[in-house]
């Protein structure tokens, strides 16, 4: 039976504590985004994107804000099946996602970027198949999803991703120089797809890869196995406070049309980018509705005239349903600004 996750409404005094326990990473931008993220995921939000990756942005706590306590090592991998034929990666970054076959592997998402990760990945791999890793889809650019397609292509395989992720690696980020982190930066993918979707097959199993439009990045895949009806979704589905990479393309507007045109197709569960369980149906629902909600207040508020430096506080008041999520963790101090122009543009 599939866990439910952190659906229920908490005190508020008890979000504002778990926020800094569970708030997912502004995802390192390196030194571009400001300085003090404290574990990268939110744990902290500190000024900005921060020069510590945490979760999403490599091993934990790597490059503390100015000040911070260092953290601990990323949690280890562990690998356990959701259903026959498809597996779950944990730890040492975002999830990832196996689908086994009985000629070769599909792969979600490639852990933190380091030859350790990558060879635990492997190991975790090899316990359930001797079959070679033959397709790897990444699904956004952080390097706690991407970090390992340099050495998945070493090996031979067909490392995929939306065009916009290559683009991101190129010319993303604060500085618009390219997205990097504290661990280094990815490796370019050896195939994109351009528009919405791209099919693969191994023999008689098939994954259809989506990008319906800008969410946590601007590159963002999601990858559908229709027979299982399993999808795996990246950080455009977390089990923690969710944060919109602008830098990186992300839209805090466009998320939840995203996550709508996900929910068309024919799945009952869902692989988060963050969190240790598959999700339902029903807890994609109401991201999605919850998503929906902000977007919509924070129009209304913008078309109001609430200024810049009100806006997340005046969301937050008015959209009681955020809990335990917080405004200044899906759109920090750093990607404020961007935020504000989206939604003046949507306002006119």
Do not use: C
Not at 106 to 120: A, C, M, Q, S, W
Request: charge should be positive; aromatic fraction near 6%; charged fraction near 20%.
């Amino acid at each position: 039976m599939l866990r439910k996750t952190w659906f229920a409404v908490v005190p508020a005094i008890v979000l504002a504590a778990t926020f800094h326990v569970y708030g997912q990473a502004p995802e390192g931008q390196g030194r571009g985004e400001g300085r003090g993220q404290g574990r990268g995921e939110g744990r902290g939000q500190g000024r900005g994107e921060g020069r510590g990756q945490g979760r999403e942005g490599g091993a934990r706590g790597e490059g503390q804000g100015r000040g911070a306590a260092p953290a601990p090592a990323p949690a280890p991998q562990a690998i356990k099946m959701i259903k026959p034929g498809l597996y779950m990666v944990t730890g040492a970054g975002g999830n990832s996602t196996v689908r086994v076959t009985d000629q070769g592997v599909i792969l979600v998402d490639t852990k933190n970027l380091g030859e350790n990760f990558y060879n635990d990945l492997v190991a975790q791999i090899k316990t359930v198949t001797n079959q070679p890793v033959k397709y790897v889809v990444v699904t956004h650019v952080h390097q706690d999803h991407s970090g390992n397609i340099g050495r998945f292509v070493k090996a031979g395989a067909t490392v995929i991703t939306n065009i916009g992720l290559k683009q991101e690696l190129e010319t993303g980020g604060a500085d618009g120089k390219g997205y990097t982190s504290a661990q280094g930066k990815p490796d370019p993918p050896n195939e994109t797809y351009n528009g919405k979707s791209k099919k693969i097959s191994i023999g008689k199993v098939k994954a259809e890869i989506y990008h319906f439009g800008k969410a946590h990045t601007g590159g963002d895949s999601e990858v559908y196995f229709p027979d299982l009806k399993v999808i795996s979704m990246g950080d455009e589905l977390v089990a923690q406070p969710p944060n919109a990479d602008y830098p990186n393309g992300g839209s805090v507007l466009q998320w939840p049309g995203v996550l709508a045109q996900v929910l068309k197709l024919n799945w009952d569960t869902a692989i988060p980018g963050h969190g240790n369980d598959p999700m339902t149906r029903a807890d994609v629902i109401a991201f999605q509705k919850k998503f929906d909600l902000i977007a919509k207040k924070a129009i209304e508020l913008r078309k109001k005239g609430v200024a810049k430096e009100q806006i997340r506080a005046q969301i937050q008041a008015e959209v009681p349903e955020m809990a335990p999520w917080m405004m200044t963790g899906l759109v920090n101090d750093m990607r404020l600004d961007a935020f504000y122009n989206e939604l003046s543009a949507a306002a006119k």
